[in-house]
């Protein structure tokens, strides 16, 4: 993911999701990004190209003991 890419799926997250997010590239262009609100990991953005098509999926992983005091 470039950072180009990377700015525009941050700009989409702020707009549909919260102000705060922030997408974070990892060090390999190839590899995913990371999602975050503040100095919490959110989860995963990856690209996907599927018969000519871009899209971007984007994974978040909820803990058990996330939910406790709930």
């Known amino acids: ?6 700015a525009k799926l941050q700009r989409f997250l702020r707009n549909k999701l919260h102000p ?13 990004a990371e ?4 100095d919490e990991c959110l989860g995963v953005v990856a690209k996907v190209i599927d018969e000519g098509e871009t899209s971007y999926s984007f ?12």
């Open 59 to 70: 994974e978040i992983t909820i803990l058990d003991i996330d939910l406790e005091d709930l």
């Open 20 to 32: 705060d997010m922030a997408v974070q590239c990892r060090n390999r262009p190839d590899e995913c």
């Open 35 to 38: 999602i975050h609100i503040g």
């Open 1 to 6: 993911m470039t950072a180009v890419e990377a």
